[in-house]
């Protein structure tokens, strides 16, 4: 993954930033080639070592593979890291089952996760930070490829006793409470709106997670807009009821990311066809298996 800085790739390679920047020299010395040009404090990749990454990734992916291989591990089991950045609603509620099962699965694969609103993940993946991104809204980033991943239904939710029907006319007479610009849920409410031909409400509180949307709606901050997965438990509970706002019907889809640049990676393309499998959970009855297909 790309870094940037050399103090930061020698932490996360625990050697010393000496013994990184030698092996930088040594590379490029190697391959006659200049692969990073120092941009201020920043070191950025030339054109060539992005090529040299996309040649690299199938030798790569063997080698992670090898040491399975002449332990007998079956070539089905996936093996070695991969970081995913996904933003919050989806890190918090639609994907820690699927990597859980997945690592129940594969022992030997090594997973992480980091979470941010749309805008900060696919930052995350179009500069390497990431390996695979999962965002609620549209990356409109020529330096990343997406592919549709889900469809999510987003409700609009208020305290027990709220009217179940809130009229349009009556838009502007609650207090809302709505998440930070940048965010693919809030794009998505403001924009279904406009399309609707009404102005969007001004935000009485802006948080910047779904749970603490929840919780704040709870205790009778007013009204929000939230994904269906992360209001299913609460409202459950009793805690929350879900509003209808006229005929509104607020979808979106939610979608895959991954640099442009990137060559083919086995072991990421797997985990592709893996977590595309349909998102359950939410949408079934309390105590169905929300993960059910992971092999």
Request: glycine share 8%; hydrophobic share 45%; with cysteine.
């Amino acid at each position: 993954m790309a870094t940037g800085q050399i103090r930061a790739a020698a932490e996360r390679l625990y050697l010393s930033q000496a013994a990184v920047s030698q092996a930088m020299v040594e590379l490029a010395e190697a391959l006659e080639l200049t692969l990073f040009r120092r941009d201020g404090r920043a070191l950025r990749p030339t054109r060539a070592a992005y090529r040299l990454a996309e040649l690299s990734a199938g030798p790569r992916a063997a080698l992670d593979a090898l040491p399975g291989r002449l332990h007998g591990i079956p070539e089905a089991e996936l093996a070695g890291p991969v970081h995913i950045a996904a933003s919050s609603t989806i890190a918090r509620y639609l994907l820690p089952e699927r990597l859980a099962a997945l690592a129940a699965h594969h022992p030997r694969l090594r997973l992480s996760q980091s979470s941010g609103n749309t805008t900060q993940v696919a930052a995350r993946v179009a500069c390497g930070e990431a390996d695979l991104g999962f965002i609620e809204g549209p990356a409109d980033r020529e330096d990343l490829r997406a592919t549709r991943w889900q469809t999510d239904r987003l409700v609009v939710i208020g305290a027990p006793g709220t009217p179940r029907q809130w009229p349009l006319s009556d838009l502007h007479s609650a207090c809302w409470v709505m998440r930070e610009p940048g965010s693919g849920t809030r794009r998505v409410f403001e924009q279904r709106l406009a399309l609707a031909g009404l102005a969007v409400p001004d935000a009485h509180l802006v948080l910047d997670d779904a749970g603490a949307q929840v919780r704040a709606v709870a205790a009778g901050a007013g009204l929000a807009c939230v994904s269906r997965a992360a209001s299913y438990s609460a409202v459950a509970a009793g805690d929350i009821v879900t509003v209808a706002l006229g005929d509104l019907i607020f979808e979106r889809p939610l979608w895959m990311i991954r640099a442009a640049r990137d060559g083919t990676d086995a072991l990421v393309d797997r985990l592709i066809d893996m977590l595309a499998a349909p998102i359950s959970g939410p949408a079934q009855s309390p105590g169905q298996p929300a993960f059910n297909r992971m092999t």
